[in-house]
């Protein structure tokens, strides 16, 4: 070791110390403190230097590796006990870094050099979107990166500003490597580095098992950490039960998948298991079975998995995209507030890859409307009519997928209107809730008059119905003759489709009712409120059992109204 590296590395380690000080003294002081759980920081010793420097050479001579490639000389080490306060700690040190201008800040003027997400176990890693949005000031590229061992965690390398000194290189700054992870990956990190890392380095000394102990260790691991999130998750996630609609759920047809990945180099071991997971999907959905769909979600995410792995690259192209989708429809057909809130989180991800799809636009905005978000809910299921209209995704969807969706979504966005109304905790104006059922209506509208009424019969039926009830309600607030004659001229077309009154269902049948009511069609009304009532009182419905009762309280007061006149 020449004596001009001792030196050098006797001064970085003297500098170093002292920033390290300044460092510690400063966070003390800094609400960054509260939100984690616990910190960790060390500086490199002169020794520790200079071995790293000997073993970087070692294991590969034409790197040339010197000191100054170093970029831990101190390690800070922030740990969470949640995988989501990963977010407002990450959000916090980029604070640190870009915003706070005091003078006691050591980071002051410091330059971001390196930032890495590394995702570990992709199952678990559904974070990204928000890991890039709290980098959004600095200017530098996220980089993601998948480790064979699967380790997880959030690196930052920034160098500090220091004084000029005699042995240490003009401009010279220290590096900081910043990490936030969870408590469990910590735990199972300094486990892995203690006997794994040594083992990987010189694989003369390698127990022979040493590996698959490790790697099984990391999946009891990745099972805290999911488990732990499931905790918090389900203390704070509110699902909205007012909401009984079924998710959109497109028919597949397995042998039109390779087309949709023809242009990608995938082994046809990977579509063919994506096949059978298909397969799964649709069959769990068919039978009710939520442990079925929890395995099927798994299913899709280990297939990209390892699919990413073979690949090299976590690059996302249409096939890790749609494993991904398939995975978030999984968790939201699952209907339980970890697998909503799953759904969401991937869903959220994938937008950020592909904000103009449709197929993910349609998704997310039914996960909105199931966890009382209605607004975002309403929004999102528009821009997924719009966009599927103008066909301007990045990724692929199939033809199938735009026609479903051109013809399902414009009835579920006048559904999640009125749930809107419905279910809103502030007393609303009757103007506003004439502007709502409006727009109810004129968005229904849309799907309505873009449906072929001889090939989607019972669809075509449906929509009629719905827009009854919006007109009818529009009518309540704001009566004139022109939506009398469209009401009318559309209860005829439901009873024509029907045939007899014992043939419709209750819903539709709760719609007639209180269009006559309106109307004071008494006859009508008492006909059909006599259908409504048999049906509700022999349980013949498929909504909640409030509505029943509720309807039952509301043809009891129309026909008082109506009797009194």
């Not at 995938?266 to 997971?277: F, H, P, Q, R």
């Not at 006859?523 to 509700?536: G, Q, S, T």
Request: hydrophobic share 30%; charged share 30%; aromatic share 10%.
């Amino acid at each position: 070791m020449k004596r001009k590296d001792k030196a050098k590395a006797e001064s970085i380690n003297d500098k170093a110390t002292h920033y390290h000080q300044k460092i510690v003294n400063y966070l003390e002081s800094h609400e960054l403190k509260e939100l984690c759980y616990t910190r960790k920081s060390r500086v490199k010793s002169k020794n520790d230097i200079l071995s790293k420097v000997d073993r970087k050479n070692e294991e590969d001579r034409k790197t040339k590796y010197k000191i100054d490639h170093i970029t831990d000389i101190v390690g800070l080490r922030f740990i969470v006990l949640f995988k989501k306060d990963l977010i407002p700690v990450t959000q916090k040190i980029v604070d640190l870094l870009c915003n706070d201008k005091s003078e006691k800040n050591p980071f002051l003027e410091s330059e971001v050099e390196e930032i890495i997400y590394y995702k570990g176990n992709v199952s678990i890693s559904n974070i990204s979107r928000k890991i890039q949005e709290s980098f959004s000031c600095i200017d530098k590229e996220v980089k993601e990166s998948i480790s064979n061992e699967g380790y997880s965690s959030i690196h930052i390398v920034c160098k500090l500003k220091t004084d000029n000194h005699d042995v240490l290189p003009n401009k010279y700054r220290i590096p900081v490597e910043i990490q936030v992870r969870t408590i469990f990956e910590d735990a199972w990190g300094e486990i892995d580095h203690k006997y794994g890392y040594k083992a990987r380095r010189e694989s003369s000394s390698s127990h022979p098992t040493l590996d698959k102990h490790l790697k099984t260790l990391k999946h009891f691991v990745d099972a805290c950490v999911d488990y732990a999130d499931l905790i918090v998750e389900e203390s704070e996630i509110e699902i909205n039960h007012s909401d009984f609609s079924r998710v959109l759920n497109i028919p597949e047809n397995p042998k039109d998948l390779s087309k949709l990945f023809s242009h990608l180099d995938i082994k046809e071991d990977y579509i063919d298991e994506y096949k059978k997971a298909i397969k799964l999907k649709n069959k769990s959905i068919d039978d009710g079975n939520s442990k079925s769909l929890i395995d099927c979600a798994d299913t899709f995410l280990n297939i990209k998995s390892r699919y990413i792995k073979n690949k090299g690259s976590s690059y996302d192209d249409e096939f890790t995209f749609y494993c991904s989708l398939n995975y978030g429809f999984c968790c939201l057909v699952d209907n339980t507030e970890r697998g909503i809130k799953q759904a969401k989180d991937i869903y959220l991800d994938l937008i950020s890859l592909d904000p103009k799809n449709s197929l993910v636009l349609m998704r997310l905005g039914q996960t909105m409307g199931k966890i009382k978000e209605s607004d975002k809910s309403i929004s999102y299921l528009k821009s997924s009519y719009e966009h599927a209209l103008k066909k301007d995704s990045n990724f692929k969807i199939k033809k199938t997928d735009i026609n479903y969706i051109l013809s399902k979504v414009p009835k579920t966005v006048g559904y999640y209107i009125w749930l809107k109304i419905h279910d809103s905790s502030e007393t609303l104006t009757e103007e506003s809730i004439q502007s709502l059922y409006q727009d109810a209506y004129d968005f229904t509208l849309k799907g309505f008059q873009a449906l072929d009424s001889h090939k989607y019969p019972a669809d075509y039926i449906e929509y009629q119905n719905n827009l009854t009830y919006y007109l009818t309600e529009i009518y309540k607030i704001d009566a004139n003759s022109n939506l009398k004659d469209q009401i009318t001229e559309k209860l005829s077309e439901i009873k024509d489709y029907y045939g007899s009154p014992e043939n419709i269902d209750a819903a539709t049948l709760d719609t007639l009712v209180n269009a006559y009511a309106v109307l004071e069609d008494k006859d009508n009304f008492v006909l059909y409120a006599d259908f409504l009532k048999k049906k509700i009182f022999v349980k013949d419905y498929n909504f909640d059992d409030g509505e029943a009762l509720e309807m039952l309280m509301l043809i009891d007061k129309a026909n008082s109204l109506l009797t009194d006149e």
